[in-house]
């Protein structure tokens, strides 16, 4: 019984170590190209370097201010990118599909997400993704955050 339920841990330890979940109250954040062509790839990062300035001084604590902070500055975010790219684009916040991701070398399942997305033209190039709440990218943060699997650090005692 006792190798039995080890075999089991170590199972779901190592199915934890290859995907991680953000906690529940997380934002995501997404720019989707038109196309992976050059000008559209670099039309993209301009709308980065944009949304970070329109996000940078955000100083949301919970998951609730953070969602009235965005839903407040959509029309913002709208009238900016309008001023900076010539193309059609969208701008959709709430649960949007996510294919699986890698980020800071963790794996993150595919599925339906509470994200602010915004999509360039077609929306069928590579896009840029971080984590808005709680803040992962485009602030500066004097300590990282780190998540971690429970799961694995108690097989790491283990062994």
């Not at 062509?37 to 370097?49: A, F, G, L, R, S």
Request: one cysteine or more.
């Amino acid at each position: 019984m006792k190798k039995t339920v080890i075999i089991i841990a170590i199972i779901i330890g190592i199915l934890a170590m290859k995907k991680d979940t953000l906690p529940e109250d997380t934002i995501r954040f997404r720019i989707i190209a038109n196309s992976n062509n050059v000008e559209d790839q670099e039309t993209k990062k301009k709308i980065v370097k944009s949304m970070e300035k329109e996000l940078q001084n955000r100083n949301a604590k919970t998951k609730e201010e953070e969602e009235k902070y965005i839903k407040e500055m959509i029309p913002t975010f709208e009238n900016r990118i309008s001023n900076e790219i010539g193309t059609p684009f969208q701008i959709h916040y709430g649960e949007n599909y996510f294919p699986e991701k890698e980020y800071q070398g963790k794996t993150y399942e595919a599925g339906m997400y509470e994200s602010l997305v915004i999509t360039l033209g077609e929306g069928r190039g590579d896009n840029f993704w971080c984590i808005l709440f709680p803040p992962l990218c485009m602030i500066e943060e004097e300590e990282p955050v780190e998540y971690k699997s429970w799961i694995k650090e108690a097989i790491s005692k283990l062994f």
